[in-house]
């Protein structure tokens, strides 16, 4: 679990990316609490998984800093304190044979080393699977599972690796309505056991029905505070709609 | 669950016996080597042939009463097992033509340890000169690749023709110098292979097999997800320049039997058919290798016996188990949809 000590899991300020001459993402400063549940909102194109690489360490910004559990992106080791579910993570294995097993226990590997899995990290693999509910589905090939089956497996890796963030970018395309729900009130029980959540969703309802704070950019940031403050502002509106202008920077 | 674990617990067994053979003949490739360097060997060598010898007798195959034919089966079975090896990380990562290219790029070498050697009458053994710019070609390959947006295939279709563009200007330039056969550099020669290529193939197969063993998991997800191994602050760039240097070691290696054209083969047929049947990373692992292994046995033998070119033959059986792979795995697929 989070440090106590350290309060801002992610902390962004005055962060910039272009690629090429296009800027992607302009002057954005955030902060993410520890515990927080974020939903980082935008138009398709607007920058939102650029600015979540940004925060992960995925991408370096043309200017501006990151700091991870309080530590500059630079110097930050402790890679296992985040689980991440890409966009392409849900692709990517679609001709290698590997286990769903075998895809969660990699959530242990920064913890083994070079050493081979001991009965421990075993029981945490298990233990990751039970949380999730897919044992049923543990020995089969990844590529065999629904859109909604594979999702909960990769936040069994993030479980496994015992992530203190979790960073989820548009996890639910082409997953069915009640899938997306189960695996959405699974995001809500792992939040409310401390689990920090960034997550990059299309769908704005379900946004502001889930998370505790929301981002809202095109290219800047348009908006950042709790979700009522979110709901009554016109930064969709602006963000989605009219060039932008004002900043909406609540803490 | 049961049937898949019995039947990884069967293909792990059979890859243990399979790799417990290839240590035995690698001894043979030790003595060899002590012997080449008029080191005391302990007469492994000539209990080896003995052996073939007493084979001969009974049954008329003759392959094994030779020193060369040891040493051949020695630098084959160490190509079965290092072959799928690097191929499950490559092939599953896209990357299947980087064998291909490294091969010719090595070509290239070939052709350039050939004029130094003309040129200063300084002699090694062809897979030196091979290795070291095959390693360089590596780095060229990683440096353009990383600076596409992916493995793109354009500038590995460059690399590959370029090198071996280069390597024909120079054997051109540089001919009559040399003695060896570039036919057999490019199709495999199985019956000259030197001692110092069984030991070139055994340091380099000790080297891909210490890596890949001890990083076999960084390998494994880095493969799998690139960017969640990122975040999980794997060092990805050093993982891939890694794994193409070992890929490169491989291709050298597996060239003096397979040659150029048809070395990268065993990188990615073995692999290719055990990866339409297996379920898991490991099983697929196990049964490439035994693919690999098969085939090439299989390969030297029947080659040998009906006079057949050794490489061609290999990469036939291999094709034949891919293709038995592609059928039976259609097979499952029609079953599970009946069901």
Redesign the interface.
């Known amino acids: 679990m989070s440090d106590p000590r350290v309060s801002a899991v992610i902390e962004v300020t005055n962060v910039s990316f272009a690629y090429g001459d296009t800027s992607a993402v302009s002057d954005v400063s955030l902060t993410v609490e520890s515990g927080e549940f974020l939903g980082l909102i935008g138009p398709n194109g607007s920058g939102k998984t650029t600015l979540l690489h940004i925060m992960?360490?995925?991408i370096e910004p043309d200017s501006g800093s990151v700091e991870l559990f309080g530590e500059p992106i630079e110097e930050?080791?402790?890679?296992?304190r985040?689980g991440?579910?890409?966009q392409?993570?849900t692709s990517?294995?679609s001709?290698?044979?590997?286990?769903v097993r075998?895809?969660i226990e990699?959530g242990r590997?920064?913890h083994?080393g070079?050493q081979r899995l001991n009965d421990e990290d075993h029981a945490i693999v298990e233990e990751a699977i039970e949380t999730v509910n897919i044992a049923d589905l543990q020995?089969?090939?990844i590529n065999a599972l629904s859109g909604g089956q594979r999702q909960r497996a990769y936040i069994a890796?993030a479980l496994a690796?015992e992530a203190d963030l979790l960073?989820l970018d548009e996890p639910t395309v082409g997953v069915d309505a009640e899938s997306r729900d189960a695996f959405y009130g699974l995001l809500d029980r792992l939040n409310s056991d401390g689990i920090t959540i960034v997550l990059i969703e299309h769908d704005i309802g379900v946004v502001t029905d889930r998370a505790s704070r929301i981002a809202c950019i095109n290219r800047e940031l348009y908006h950042h505070g709790d979700t009522e403050s979110f709901v009554e502002s016109d930064a969709l509106a602006e963000a989605y709609g009219a060039s932008g202008r004002v900043v909406h920077h609540h803490h | 669950m049961q049937n898949s674990t019995r039947r990884l617990q069967a293909l792990r067994s059979a890859a243990i016996v399979s790799f417990g053979f290839v240590l035995i003949l690698s001894a043979f490739l030790v003595s060899d080597t002590l012997l080449t360097y008029g080191l005391p060997n302990g007469g492994l060598v000539s209990a080896f042939v003995s052996v073939g010898q007493i084979i001969a007798e009974a049954t008329g195959f003759t392959l094994l009463s030779f020193r060369f034919g040891w040493r051949m089966l020695a630098i084959g079975g160490l190509i079965g097992i290092v072959g799928p090896l690097i191929g499950m990380y490559i092939v599953h990562r896209e990357m299947a033509m980087i064998g291909e290219t490294l091969a010719h790029t090595a070509f290239a070498g070939v052709a350039i340890g050939l004029l130094v050697t003309g040129a200063t009458g300084i002699e090694t053994n062809y897979l030196l000169p091979a290795l070291i710019v095959a390693i360089l070609g590596a780095f060229l390959v990683e440096y353009l690749a990383a600076r596409s947006s992916s493995y793109g295939d354009v500038p590995i279709a460059i690399m590959l023709s370029g090198s071996f563009a280069l390597g024909t200007l120079v054997i051109s330039y540089g001919g009559g110098l040399t003695g060896i056969s570039i036919e057999g550099v490019l199709f495999g020669n199985v019956s000259v292979v030197p001692p110092s290529g069984g030991t070139i193939m055994l340091v380099l197969s000790a080297i891909v097999i210490g890596v890949v063993a001890t990083q076999y998991k960084q390998l494994l997800f880095i493969t799998f997800d690139e960017q969640a191994a990122r975040v999980a602050q794997l060092n990805v760039s050093a993982y891939n320049s890694l794994l193409i240097v070992l890929t490169a070691l491989v291709v050298v290696g597996a060239m003096q039997i397979l040659g150029v054209i048809l070395v990268a083969a065993m990188l990615v047929v073995p692999v290719a058919a055990a990866s339409q049947i297996a379920t898991s990373f490991r099983e697929a692992l196990y049964l490439a290798v035994l693919i690999g292994e098969a085939s090439i046995m299989v390969g030297l033998v029947a080659a040998h016996q009906a006079g057949l070119p050794a490489g061609g033959t290999i990469v036939m059986l291999g094709v034949v188990c891919y293709i038995a792979a592609v059928v039976l795995s259609d097979r499952d697929l029609a079953a599970i949809s009946i069901r």
Do not use: C, D, N, W
């Open positions: 992960l360490g995925l930050f080791s402790a890679g296992h985040i991440y579910v890409s392409q993570s990517k294995g001709t290698m044979p590997i286990t075998e895809v990699m590997f920064a083994a070079s020995h089969r090939r890796r690796s960073a």
